[in-house]
């Protein structure tokens, strides 16, 4: 039996892949992490979608506001890795009690920081969801060219599909269903749940495997081009304009419209 | 917000700015710190399309705080301009120097980071402001 429950636990070392969920906003833990090597995203949601409000590197801290906030200790913020990154990890009672200690003035500073912080990053988030509507040039460009080739053939199907985020881990697969396709672009539907690790927004780039015929698979690389809501079921329909196709997989694209 | 009776003590002296006084400029070097006693103040930040206003701020409110808790240099990186009369106490730099020097390691290291990611999403809302102009 130990009855070290006041021990403080040691400084450990961890190692994320990239695309990994550090942490993830609303969850609960106060941590405190040291980025040694890599590079971290910090994303807010709102409204269904992420927004990167910074990226961090070696020497910086993450998951600090948790800790200085206190009470509740849920997380503000999700963070990613970027890159493979090591990050050491510190308890927060290894902090707590320094922290404790501090002159009321400095401690007082830092809530006002924290406070102004989750001010700002409720700002920025905001902004960029009104300016997500006004699609960035390159998005619009695709848009338009997925417009005028889809006017070409569209084939109606129901294919189940799996897709990722281009930059993600091979591990994240979301499951769809293909319900229409042509040369430039394609549309999935997704029930709500298929989305309870990425939520896509306009200009993302995904990847998308399918079969056409029972042993055929053929990947397809795309920009998002629209996102729509369904009905009460929650399901959510994305259109997507390719941008990058395998010659062989084009063929069989190809093909498969013409059957 | 009243204004915290520990900090009351740090006061070394009070100063009293006019309307639209520029009471810390953005770019100059300084890392003395006051708590606004009465009034508003804006927090104003250059960018492409001029000096923009990303923040207010009110009694009890510390201003000019960035710049001493940062690692690094001192360099003011907004500006801070009376909105309407304000009262202003200036706090001990000397005394707040020594106590942030004297904490240990990680506790600076937090914090200088959280005075960091400030500095970047103040710059990321002054940028995302006139984006959306």
Not at chain 1, 86 to 114: S, T
Not at chain 1, 176 to 189: A, H, W
Not at chain 1, 195 to 210: A, M
Request: aromatic share 6%; glycine share 8%; charged share 25%.
């Amino acid at each position: 039996m130990t009855k070290n429950k006041e021990k403080i636990p040691p400084v450990v070392k961890l190692n994320y892949s990239k695309g990994d969920l550090i942490i993830k906003a609303g969850d609960y833990g106060k941590s405190i992490y040291e980025i040694i090597s890599g590079k971290v995203g910090i994303f807010v949601e709102s409204g269904g979608a992420e927004t990167r409000v910074a990226i961090l590197g070696p020497g910086m801290i993450v998951g600090e506001m948790a800790f200085i906030s206190g009470n509740t200790g849920t997380r503000s913020a999700s963070a990613r890795a970027l890159e493979d990154c090591w990050l050491e990890v510190w308890h927060p009672a290894i902090l707590l009690n320094d922290y404790k200690k501090m002159p009321d003035v400095l401690r007082l500073i830092a809530g006002q920081a924290l406070k102004i912080i989750v001010r700002m990053n409720k700002m920025v988030v905001e902004l960029s969801l009104k300016q997500g509507k006004h699609k960035d040039r390159q998005t619009q460009k695709l848009s338009d060219q997925w417009a005028d080739k889809r006017k070409l053939y569209r084939k109606m199907v129901s294919l189940k599909c799996v897709f990722r985020p281009a930059n993600s881990p091979e591990e994240l697969k979301i499951r769809g269903i293909i319900r229409d396709v042509s040369m430039g672009g394609l549309r999935i539907t997704v029930d709500r749940l298929g989305f309870r690790n990425y939520i896509p927004i306009p200009g993302d780039e995904l990847f998308v495997s399918t079969y056409f015929e029972s042993n055929q698979k053929v990947n397809m690389t795309g920009k998002v081009v629209w996102l729509k809501k369904g009905g009460t079921d929650g399901t959510i329909s994305l259109g997507m304009a390719f941008t990058q196709m395998d010659p062989d997989d084009r063929k069989s694209l190809g093909f498969f419209l013409m059957t | 917000m009243t204004v915290n009776s520990q900090v009351l003590m740090y006061i070394v002296s009070e100063e009293s700015f006019s309307d639209k006084a520029v009471i810390i400029k953005e770019g100059s070097i300084g890392d003395w710190v006051y708590v606004i006693l009465e009034g508003r103040v804006k927090i104003k930040k250059q960018t492409s399309g001029g000096l923009l206003t990303v923040d207010t701020l009110s009694e009890g409110d510390f201003v000019g705080e960035m710049a001493m808790l940062k690692q690094g240099n001192s360099t003011r990186t907004v500006s801070a301009v009376a909105d309407g009369p304000v009262v202003l106490g200036l706090l001990d730099s000397v005394r707040l120097a020594q106590e942030w020097e004297a904490q240990p390691t990680r506790i600076k290291k937090v914090i200088s980071n959280l005075i960091q990611n400030l500095e970047e999403v103040t710059k990321k809302a002054a940028d995302m402001i006139i984006a959306s102009k």
